[in-house]
């Protein structure tokens, strides 16, 4: 989810994150589809875990240093099922979201202790330590 940053919806994504981030809880959220370094709220703030979409292989990560958002993940041409039970592809940082959200998952399932701050350093530090600054 997300919104591009129009200030009349700015605080409200604001006040929760920072929320979230204070009780130690993780948010990740997708950014903008058409430009990854747009501010898109809330993927734009640092106290949340950002991603945009990028072809990569679906456990893979990239660290981006120096952008808005730092992370890319697996979001293009993701086989998805479809109804009917039959399968497609489709394209979107959503994609790239849900993939950082089970990488997530599995480095919380090992250190359940990690706080937001120190979770999202060690994804990005992995990230670019396996490939230089570039792939997880």
């Given at each position: 989810?997300?919104i591009p940053?129009?200030?009349?919806t700015?605080?409200?994504?604001?006040?929760?994150?920072?929320?979230?981030f204070?009780?130690?809880r993780?948010?990740?959220?997708a950014?903008?589809?058409?430009?990854p370094d747009?501010?898109h709220w809330?993927?734009?703030f640092?106290?949340?875990?950002?991603v945009?979409n990028?072809d990569?292989p679906p456990?893979a990560?990239?660290?981006?240093?120096?952008?808005?958002?730092?992370l890319?993940?697996s979001g293009?041409?993701v086989?998805?099922l479809?109804?009917?039970?039959?399968?497609s592809?489709l394209?979107?940082s959503s994609?790239?979201?849900?993939?950082?959200?089970?990488?997530?998952?599995?480095l919380?399932?090992?250190h359940?202790?990690?706080?937001p701050?120190f979770?999202?350093?060690?994804?990005?530090?992995?990230a670019a330590a396996?490939h230089?600054?570039g792939?997880l």
């Amino acid at each position: 989810f997300g919104i591009p940053g129009v200030s009349v919806t700015l605080p409200v994504y604001k006040d929760w994150t920072d929320l979230a981030f204070t009780r130690g809880r993780h948010v990740v959220a997708a950014s903008s589809n058409s430009d990854p370094d747009e501010p898109h709220w809330p993927a734009s703030f640092a106290q949340v875990l950002s991603v945009t979409n990028a072809d990569l292989p679906p456990e893979a990560l990239r660290h981006r240093p120096g952008n808005l958002i730092s992370l890319e993940a697996s979001g293009i041409n993701v086989p998805v099922l479809t109804p009917g039970g039959g399968t497609s592809t489709l394209t979107g940082s959503s994609f790239a979201a849900a993939h950082l959200t089970g990488l997530l998952a599995r480095l919380l399932s090992r250190h359940p202790e990690l706080s937001p701050g120190f979770a999202q350093e060690a994804l990005q530090g992995v990230a670019a330590a396996r490939h230089g600054p570039g792939s997880l």
